[in-house]
T-cell receptor
């Protein structure tokens, strides 16, 4: 398997623009996680899905953030409108079970100017 | 208090040294434990799981102390390539995963 695939790898945008991050989990994994990592706050869980259903979105910072998983092989994290404080590395991860090993994608490095 | 706490370091050690990291957790219902490694500007990757009886993988030894609620990672004969950030992960029986903020290790020649 190719592992968890994220796109784009880098995104530079201007404040106010919409940003869409994409993730393809490992085939057969029932759980998908979105994380954000910054120097100040470390690795934060934003939301996770089980069998395409959002289970816990308590980590989503505010209404500007939304995530979807229309099928087992694709998920998006959208920020609209983006702000400079959203600049971070966003990781997607997947696992077989909730408490199992999580496999991370290479991340999307987002810069909002 | 954070649910999972790690000494951020940095730990600066010479090649060949032995170094140990601890990670404490607050939720006594925690069930599974892992150590991940994260290289600069890369994604976290599993280093090893932590079992109740302790486990070893080459130069790396992981241990769990449920009574005191901490896990540890011991690296023997450290190599330059061991330089990275080490993250501990604690999962509860309810399926919640919590990552520590990581401990940074720099191994110097």
């Amino acid at each position: 398997d190719a592992g968890v695939i994220q796109s784009p790898r880098h995104e530079v945008t201007e404040m106010g623009q919409e940003v869409t991050l994409r993730c393809k989990p490992i085939s057969g994994h029932d759980y998908l996680f979105w994380y954000r990592q910054t120097m100040m706050r470390g690795l934060e869980l934003l939301i996770y899905f089980n069998n395409n259903v959002p289970i816990d979105d308590s980590g989503m910072p505010e209404d500007r953030f939304s995530a979807k998983m229309p099928n087992a092989s694709f998920s998006t994290l959208k920020i609209q409108p983006s702000e400079p404080r959203d600049s971070a590395v966003y990781f997607c991860a997947s696992s077989y079970t909730r408490a199992d090993i999580q496999y991370f994608g290479a991340g999307t490095r987002l810069s909002v100017l | 208090r954070k649910e999972v706490e790690q000494d951020p370091g940095p730990f600066n050690v010479p090649e060949g040294a032995t170094v140990a990291f601890n990670c404490t957790y607050s939720n006594s219902a925690s069930q599974s434990f892992f150590w991940y490694r994260q290289d600069c500007r890369k994604e976290p990757k599993l280093l090893m799981s932590v079992y109740s009886s302790g486990n070893e993988d080459g130069r790396f030894t992981a241990q769990l102390n449920r009574a005191s609620q901490y896990i540890s990672l011991l690296i023997r004969d450290s190599k330059l390539s061991d330089s990275a950030t080490y993250l501990c992960v604690v999962n509860t029986n309810a399926g919640k995963s919590t990552f520590g903020d990581g401990t940074t290790l720099t191994v110097k020649p």
